[in-house]
């Protein structure tokens, strides 16, 4: 046993340490494509003094750290690329008051959005956050710090515009708090009017510091859900309807797509651009209000049979109304078996959809490989997120390879079409860092020394040349 093994089992508690042969395995790899990379130790704190006592353990020995949420972002984002420490959250999973009146919720930083989903549907089910499409493992905090997108992302923005609040251990190991929590008992904003510090903390993929509280913005669920589809054969019109259907301000949220060979629910939308949307109402009056507006807002669409609504069989309404959906797991993630599924999701103008799905399909074709474009507006057409999902069986190391090469070529399509990389891993980090402002690399490169001066954090992510 190793001096850091002790102090970490004085820490943590011998149950919450491990650096056994099978958890350094199962931790030194995520669901996608990156190599993996083995931890020396994984830990699983249960408070924040613990996850304290750990980064101040670990920078005096310049030891480097990974925080840990669901390991599901894909993009090898937890993945110890220089060994060291996996910190995992999923023990700080507590809900620690709701201000109903103020909407916002504190929770821990490990916190599953399985579990807060769940609170508030049994708690409050006139409140909802802004849920993923993910599995409902993946964590909150994580959500936040890779500008995750949910449900409510076209109204209200990506997660990390939700948050309300932060406390946050910092690699050098003081506790700070972020928003006006930090003068006041209130979690209810992250900046008000103070200097907007929340920044530090949202994109650099866990490399300054460590959300071990969070306050996160709530909003109104209505008692009414709805789903309708609207799809056309060619991609050119897709910006032009989503532009009619942003301005009408009542829907809730927007995905759509194009995918091929994937087992499509529902099948006949095989071959379309699909529009998936979503609207909501406490009655049959605001329900029929919205569903008029978003019906109006595409009628030169409809008239010149540019397009159409589709009708949903009730065998698939469900699974569109699931929270999250689990047939994006299911269907698209799991399509190949062998748990291998990786997608590239660059933020880029909604103008640019047409020019995405038809080089995800020339990619799908050109590599043999099946392929979901999926799109989510962000904003009220600000930008979407188009991305390029590809399953694979990692038992198939030739179709690997290839899916492999599929990503890089729409990852570099992207930049080259002015897209942002969402979670980007390692090599897509460099890509963008080639393209980008040099002061910005600077300040960049500043704020990191400043925050980490030891380099102990999730190293590899966003280092600056
Ligand atoms: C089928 C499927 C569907 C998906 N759909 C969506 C979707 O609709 N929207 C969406 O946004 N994403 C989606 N994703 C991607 C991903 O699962 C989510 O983005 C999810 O939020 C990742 O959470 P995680 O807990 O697994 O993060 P992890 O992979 O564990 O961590 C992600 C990053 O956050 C850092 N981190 C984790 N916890 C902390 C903390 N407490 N403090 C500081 N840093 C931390 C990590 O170091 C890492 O850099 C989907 C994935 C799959 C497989």
Same mark, same amino acid.
């Given at each position: 046993?190793?001096?850091?093994?002790?102090?970490?089992?004085?820490?943590?508690?011998?149950?919450?340490?491990?650096?056994?042969?099978?958890?350094?395995?199962?931790?030194?790899?995520?669901?996608?494509?990156?190599?993996?990379?083995?931890?020396?130790?994984?830990?699983?704190?249960?408070?924040?003094?613990?996850?304290?006592?750990?980064?101040?353990?670990?920078?005096?020995?310049?030891?480097?750290?990974?925080?840990?949420?669901?390991?599901?972002?894909?993009?090898?984002?937890?993945?110890?690329?220089?060994?060291?420490?996996?910190?995992?959250? +999923?023990?700080?999973?507590? &809900? @620690?008051?709701?201000?109903?009146?103020?909407?916002?919720?504190?929770?821990?930083? %490990?916190? *599953? =959005?399985?579990?807060?989903?769940?609170?508030?549907?049994?708690?409050?089910?006139?409140?909802?956050?802004?849920?993923?499409?993910?599995?409902?493992?993946?964590?909150?905090?994580?959500?936040?710090?890779?500008?995750?997108?949910?449900?409510?992302?076209?109204?209200?923005?990506?997660?990390?515009?939700?948050?309300?609040?932060?406390?946050?251990?910092?690699?050098?190991?003081?506790?700070?708090?972020?928003?006006?929590?930090?003068?006041?008992?209130?979690?209810?904003?992250?900046?008000?009017?103070?200097?907007?510090?929340?920044?530090?903390?949202?994109?650099?993929?866990?490399?300054?510091?460590?959300?071990?509280?969070?306050?996160?913005?709530?909003?109104?669920?209505?008692?009414?859900?709805?789903?309708?589809?609207?799809?056309?054969?060619?991609? +050119?019109?897709?910006?032009? &309807? @989503?532009?009619?259907?942003?301005?009408?301000?009542?829907?809730?949220?927007?995905? %759509?797509? *194009? =995918?091929?060979?994937?087992?499509?629910?529902?099948?006949?939308?095989?071959?379309?651009?699909?529009?998936?949307?979503?609207?909501?109402?406490?009655?049959?009056?605001?329900?029929?209000?919205?569903?008029?507006?978003?019906?109006?807002?595409?009628?030169?669409?409809?008239?010149?049979?540019?397009?159409?609504?589709?009708?949903?069989?009730?065998?698939?309404?469900?699974?569109?109304?699931?929270?999250?959906?689990?047939?994006?797991?299911?269907?698209?993630?799991?399509?190949?078996?062998?748990?291998?599924?990786?997608?590239?999701?660059?933020?880029?103008?909604?103008?640019?959809?047409?020019?995405?799905?038809?080089?995800?399909?020339?990619?799908?074709?050109?590599?043999?490989?099946?392929?979901?474009?999926?799109?989510?507006?962000?904003?009220?057409?600000?930008?979407?997120?188009?991305?390029?999902?590809?399953?694979?069986?990692?038992?198939?190391?030739?179709?690997?390879?290839?899916?492999?090469?599929?990503?890089?070529?729409?990852?570099?399509?992207?930049?080259?079409?002015?897209?942002?990389?969402?979670?980007?891993?390692?090599?897509?980090?460099?890509?963008?860092?080639?393209?980008?402002?040099?002061?910005?690399?600077?300040?960049?490169?500043?704020?990191?020394?400043?925050?980490?001066?030891?380099?102990?954090?999730?190293?590899?992510?966003?280092?600056?040349?």
């Amino acid at each position: 046993m190793t001096d850091v093994y002790r102090s970490l089992a004085g820490i943590v508690g011998e149950d919450y340490v491990s650096a056994e042969a099978e958890e350094i395995y199962f931790y030194a790899r995520d669901a996608g494509l990156m190599p993996a990379g083995k931890p020396d130790y994984i830990v699983v704190p249960k408070s924040t003094a613990e996850v304290q006592n750990i980064v101040i353990l670990a920078n005096k020995q310049k030891i480097p750290i990974v925080p840990l949420g669901g390991s599901m972002a894909l993009s090898g984002l937890t993945i110890p690329h220089r060994g060291g420490i996996v910190i995992d959250m +999923k023990r700080m999973r507590s &809900i @620690l008051t709701v201000n109903e009146n103020a909407r916002h919720v504190v929770v821990e930083g %490990g916190i *599953s =959005q399985g579990a807060l989903y769940s609170y508030l549907n049994k708690n409050y089910p006139h409140l909802q956050h802004n849920i993923p499409e993910a599995p409902p493992a993946t964590t909150v905090a994580a959500s936040v710090v890779i500008h995750g997108q949910g449900r409510l992302t076209q109204q209200y923005g990506y997660t990390s515009d939700l948050v309300s609040g932060m406390e946050v251990v910092l690699p050098t190991g003081e506790i700070c708090k972020i928003g006006s929590c930090s003068m006041s008992p209130g979690w209810f904003s992250k900046g008000a009017t103070l200097p907007d510090l929340s920044s530090l903390f949202f994109g650099w993929a866990g490399t300054t510091g460590i959300i071990t509280k969070l306050g996160i913005k709530l909003f109104p669920r209505k008692k009414m859900r709805v789903v309708e589809t609207f799809v056309r054969d060619r991609a +050119k019109l897709v910006p032009d &309807i @989503l532009f009619n259907l942003t301005h009408t301000e009542v829907l809730e949220d927007i995905l %759509g797509g *194009s =995918q091929s060979g994937i087992h499509f629910d529902p099948p006949m939308l095989k071959g379309y651009h699909y529009i998936t949307m979503y609207y909501s109402g406490d009655t049959d009056d605001e329900m029929e209000f919205k569903r008029k507006m978003i019906w109006d807002s595409l009628v030169e669409f409809r008239k010149s049979k540019d397009g159409g609504f589709m009708w949903i069989p009730p065998t698939i309404k469900p699974g569109l109304l699931e929270t999250p959906q689990k047939w994006v797991t299911r269907t698209l993630a799991d399509e190949k078996k062998g748990g291998g599924f990786t997608y590239t999701g660059p933020i880029v103008l909604i103008e640019k959809y047409p020019v995405f799905a038809r080089k995800i399909e020339e990619v799908g074709a050109k590599y043999d490989v099946a392929y979901a474009g999926l799109m989510r507006v962000v904003g009220r057409n600000h930008a979407m997120m188009y991305g390029s999902g590809f399953p694979f069986n990692r038992a198939d190391p030739d179709l690997m390879e290839r899916v492999r090469t599929a990503l890089h070529e729409m990852n570099e399509f992207s930049l080259d079409q002015g897209g942002i990389p969402w979670k980007a891993d390692v090599e897509e980090q460099k890509m963008a860092m080639e393209r980008m402002d040099p002061n910005t690399l600077k300040l960049m490169k500043t704020i990191k020394h400043v925050l980490d001066p030891n380099g102990i954090m999730n190293p590899g992510n966003w280092e600056v040349p």
